[in-house]
């Protein structure tokens, strides 16, 4: 069963709740993470963050790090240390109060890291995104700790994250209020003439004032030629145009997304068709919903939809890639995709969206995050779920 949640009120602010909630996380979390790594067998946890994937560096501090590389060393007990190779971080993860020391990382000469490696004497040690450590620090690694096992922590960390704590829900409701907002200014200023570039401008100046952090978006606009999505390009509307988008904003470091496609004028029979497919195929995925269901089990009832229609070759490699993703602290996580048998937990946090084209009108994009609950599944945005259109500059459109 899903529930539509009303963000309309979850005003977007800074900040969460008070010092003691946000201990009282962090001791949920560190509490998740050594649970986790006692299956393992781990004695100490690396969160490894490069520049694009600093999820599991942010879990574990809170903070909006911006060096190049971060690092939290984790032990099974005792304090927990963060370094970043930009100095500027130091203050803000320090003020934080998420871990017990801050330090500045050298990746040439990682000297500070080493020696706490060296006190920990561990014998198993797991990285998370182990597979995109670079080599002079996974040589520094094996140096300091010759006698230690290796591995990658990366599936250990994204089954930590998978399941959302109230706290991080309450953030993430934020980032669903961002998402309505930026459709709204999306749908707001769509008329022929304007490029494509515009668009995202507008929506990028509502949302990064209430507060967005980022903005992922892909854009495409025409008519069935439409295979897909891409940045923005001066490409300039035109009436009948389908515009097509997937928005989605970082709030407090969680992300949130929205696929939606709107049409500049009124939309013809063909766009009318695609959306009542793509809509049935949505609705299907979320009846799907419920603890203990299959990321495989949410996809293939999407594409049964597409099957029984006679548009199934669509939903093959060469026209899409997933039915949808988790959501967090990264944008894309566990992907809603025909044999991944990942199981989906109470408080799972992914969006359903069978994207892709189909010969009605072009690619096609529909879509919402939702939550597991119980008995079924909670629609995070309350954006109707219709196929816009915009008169703004075009003539015998319906209002």
């Keep these: 069963m899903a529930t539509v949640s009303d963000t309309r009120t979850a005003a977007p602010a800074p900040g969460t709740g008070s010092p003691a909630q946000d201990a009282a996380e962090r001791t949920l979390r560190h509490t998740k993470v050594r649970a986790a790594m006692a299956d393992e067998g781990l004695d100490a946890l ?225 766009q009318r068709a695609s959306f009542d497919l793509f809509n049935e195929a949505v609705e299907a995925g979320m009846a799907a919903v419920r603890p203990g269901v299959t990321a495989h089990d949410v996809a293939k009832a999407q594409n049964d939809v597409f099957r029984a229609r006679g548009y199934g070759e669509y939903c093959t490699s060469q026209y899409t890639r997933v039915r949808g993703h988790g959501h967090g602290l990264h944008l894309d996580e566990t992907p809603i995709i025909e044999g991944n048998e990942t199981v989906l937990p109470q408080n799972a946090v992914f969006i359903i969206h069978p994207n892709t084209y189909t010969p009605l009108a072009g690619y096609h994009v529909l879509g919402d995050p939702v939550r597991v609950t119980q008995d079924g599944c909670e629609v995070l945005i309350p954006t109707e779920r219709r196929l816009f259109h915009s008169d703004k500059g075009t003539k015998g459109a319906a209002a």
């Design 46 to 270: 690396l969160a490894y963050g490069p520049g694009w994937r600093r999820e599991n560096v942010r879990y574990f501090t809170d903070t909006r790090v911006a060096g190049s590389s971060s690092l939290v060393l984790f032990p099974a007990a005792g304090a927990v240390s963060a370094f970043t190779t930009r100095r500027a971080d130091l203050p803000e993860l320090a003020r934080g109060g998420w871990v017990d020391e801050a330090l500045e990382l050298d990746v040439w000469d990682p000297a500070p890291l080493v020696e706490r490696l060296h006190g920990l004497a561990p014998k198993r040690v797991g990285v998370a995104h182990l597979e995109l450590l670079p080599t002079v620090l996974a040589d520094a690694l094996h140096t300091a700790l010759p006698g230690a096992e290796l591995v990658s922590a990366t599936g250990l960390m994204d089954g930590v994250r998978l399941v959302k704590s109230d706290w991080e829900l309450a953030r993430m409701r934020r980032s669903a209020a961002v998402c309505a907002a930026g459709w709204e200014a999306f749908v707001d200023v769509l008329e022929p003439g304007l490029p494509e570039y515009r668009i995202v401008a507008e929506v990028e100046a509502r949302i990064k004032l209430l507060g967005a952090e980022d903005n992922f978006m892909l854009i495409a606009s025409g008519g069935d030629e439409v295979r897909g999505m891409t940045a923005p390009t001066p490409r300039v509307l035109a009436a009948g145009d389908m515009v097509r988008t997937e928005l989605t904003p970082q709030m407090d470091g969680y992300w949130l997304q929205i696929c939606r496609s709107a049409v500049v004028g009124e939309p013809s029979d063909g």
